[in-house]
Nanobody, 124 residues
């Protein structure tokens, strides 16, 4: 199972960016998907999560500014980030709760999977 993130970059305060993440590999199922971020010297924190049915959860700091969407057929999620502020600067990590498929009759095991991280820098 692999998570491939794209997007990110440098943007001025007040600007927008879009992050995308695709899950690939031999997959039985995907439950929650989302984004976490980690700023220098800080712990990794939740940004946004979306369930398979589309229920969303956002960090208080991004509510009203970020939206998350999901395409279950393509195993992808997109994070639209608007009204960015310098405190949004961090490495953003894609996350998915995945059960890989190991073949007929194999036991399912759900576990956390992470993408490689993509840098978002908000600066003038």
């Amino acid at each position: 199972v692999q998570l491939q993130a794209s997007g990110g970059g440098l943007v001025q305060p007040g600007g927008s960016l879009r992050l995308s993440c695709a899950v690939s590999g031999s997959i039985f199922g995907i439950r929650d998907m989302g984004w976490y971020r980690q700023a220098p010297g800080k712990q990794r924190e939740l940004v946004a999560l979306i369930t398979r049915s589309g229920v969303t959860n956002f960090a208080d700091s991004v509510k009203g500014r970020f939206t998350i969407s999901r395409d279950n057929a393509q195993n992808t999620i997109t994070l639209q980030m608007n009204s960015l502020v310098p405190d949004d600067t961090a490495v953003y990590y894609c996350y998915a709760d995945v059960a890989p498929y190991y073949g007929a009759g194999s036991k399912l095991k759900w576990s956390d999977h992470w993408g490689q991280g993509t840098q978002v820098t908000v600066s003038s």
